[in-house]
């Protein structure tokens, strides 16, 4: 079975921080990746996915990920937050062999203005 | 736009009653999931639908059921609602490729007192 781990319950930063946000799975085949985001009061939305070819994927809103396959990480990243990037960030995993999507935990950034 | 929209966004039920949680998309999609949200545990997916009529257990189903008569409508149900069924409940659809994006509705957050 497949299962991810967001280690990161919590994050607090201020404006203009850089946000790196962990995200490991264990899953011995080939997955397709997600990065999910709900902003407060809104519906969960993609933020970006991989599935094949570059390992760096750029998502919406200045946010990228790396899929290191050796360490079955998919880390999501942002250069400089903004107060609105404040919301929980889930990160999913799909096993090619299924249309089953299994999440983390989530964690929660609030960007301090 | 895609559009997932969930019955009711509030629902306050006491222990022992049915409940029916609705969601309907508008995408013609072919593959639908109920997932409930507790903090800290992110999404767990409860049943999904790859068709009319047909269903499969996702990682959580006891308590619940599902149906789905009409391809753009799938419904939860509580036979016997209990309080640790007390949680958001995210409903959402997709195309059906296994690289597709999940679409999800607002969520109906259930109250079970």
């Known amino acids: 079975a497949q299962s991810v781990s967001q280690h990161n319950h919590h994050v607090i930063l201020s404006e203009a921080a850089s946000l790196e946000l962990g995200c490991n799975y264990s899953?011995?085949?080939?997955?397709?990746l997600f990065w999910y985001v709900q902003y407060p009061g809104q519906h969960l939305q993609l933020l970006l996915k991989?599935?094949?070819?570059?390992?760096l994927v750029k998502g919406i809103k200045g946010f990228e990920a790396e899929f290191i396959k050796s360490k079955f990480s998919f880390n999501l990243r942002k250069p400089s937050v903004q107060w609105s990037d404040t919301a929980e960030y889930f990160c999913?995993?799909?096993?090619?062999?299924?249309?089953?999507?299994?999440f983390g935990g989530g964690t929660r950034v609030l960007v301090k203005p | 736009d895609v559009k997932v929209t969930q019955s009711s966004r509030y629902l306050v039920k006491r222990t022992g009653e049915k409940v029916f949680l609705e969601c309907v998309q508008d995408?013609?999609?072919?593959?639908m999931f109920w997932y409930r949200q507790d903090p800290g545990l992110g999404l767990r997916l409860i049943y999904f639908?790859?068709?009319?009529?047909?269903?499969e257990k996702g990682d959580i189903p006891e308590g619940y059921s599902v149906s789905r008569e009409k391809k753009e409508r799938f419904s939860l149900i509580l036979e016997s609602a209990s309080t640790n069924q007390t949680s958001m409940y995210l409903c959402a659809s997709n195309g059906g490729g296994r690289t597709d994006t999940q679409y999800f509705g607002p969520g109906t957050r259930l109250t079970v007192l």
């Open positions: 995408m013609d999609h072919e593959n």
């Open positions: 991989y599935f094949s070819g570059d390992p």
């Open positions: 899953y011995g085949g080939t997955v397709n």
């Open positions: 639908s790859y068709d009319v009529k047909m269903k």
């Open positions: 999913a995993v799909n096993a090619r062999a299924g249309n089953k999507l299994t």
